[in-house]
Structures are given as C-alpha cells and as structure tokens.
C-alpha cells in the first residue's frame, strides 16, 4: 500500500514512524517544503505539490494538517480515490461539514475520523452504563479529559 501523510508536524511525525514500524515502506509526506533531512528523519519521501499525488497515487491518504485545511484534503483524497484518514476535528465550521458530507455520500472507500480515547475502556464502560440504564436517565452531563502535554511530546520543552 502506498501512504500520504499531509503535515509533518507532530502527529504527522507519528503517523509516518508507525506506518513504518508496521513494515510500510511507500510512505510519502506532504509538506509546504522539501527537506532532505526530514525525509531521512522520518523514512519517507517528502512531496511538495498536490500534483503529485496524481502520479503517486496513494492508496491512503492520513491528514494531519491544521483543522482550517482539513475540508480541502478531504476533497483532494476523494478526488485521487484514497482511502481517507482525517484527525480529529474534521472541520471548523457547519458549512464545511455540510459540504463534506454532501461530497462524500456514495464514496465508496474508507473515510475514519481519528478519536484516541475511541476504544478507550472507561469510554466503553460509560457506553455499557448508559445503555443498560445502569445508573438511571441522564439528562446532562459534562465530560472532560485533560493531560499533561509533556507526557505528549517528550522530545520537546
């Protein structure tokens, strides 16, 4: 299979080190700049045009870039037929989603919004709770998850 990962910020980072470490090989990274150093750093072949997906023409597509630009990546990977991996949140606006869905209706290939607490247990033990009615009839709840972000990114202050 071969992989694009839009962004190489830190998620994207985390993205092209674990297609690797799972045995990929035909991993790409779209970024605003080519890198010499990046692609070595990270085992992957740096592009720096939509244009070139047309020739690559990635059987996924991970966007990690900034939410603003999620909506057009979207787009772009419907357009080359990908398979679609999107971080969360999908977009920032109402409208986007709205043409975002519209877009996609039919689309025949795999479209998954990336949640990290998604299978999380104590997310499914409240699921489990709440479906069989085991702590009685919600009618509002307010959940938080919070984190030390240095856990998150070790490697930087």
């Known amino acids: 299979m071969r992989f694009v990962v839009i962004g190489g910020g830190s998620i994207g980072k985390r993205h092209l080190n674990n297609l690797y470490i799972l045995g990929y090989e035909d991993i790409y990274c779209y970024k605003r700049e080519m890198s010499k150093e990046f692609e070595i750093e990270n085992k992957c072949k740096v592009i720096t045009s939509v244009d070139s997906l047309k020739d690559i023409q990635p ?15 979207v787009k772009i990977g419907q357009s080359i037929n990908a398979h679609i ?8 606006s109402k409208e986007e989603l709205e043409d975002i869905k519209l877009k ?23 699921k489990t709770l709440l479906n069989d009615n085991a702590i009685g009839r919600i009618y509002n709840a307010r959940l938080e998850f919070g984190s030390w972000l240095p856990y998150w990114h070790p490697w930087e202050d």
């Open 104 to 126: 996609l209706s039919g689309y025949d290939k795999v479209f998954f919004i990336g949640f990290m607490l998604r299978y999380h247990p104590l997310v499914h033990k409240i």
């Open 59 to 73: 059987d996924v597509i991970l966007i990690c870039n900034p939410t603003s630009m999620h909506g057009e990546w």
């Open 85 to 92: 991996f999107v971080e969360k949140p999908l977009v920032h």
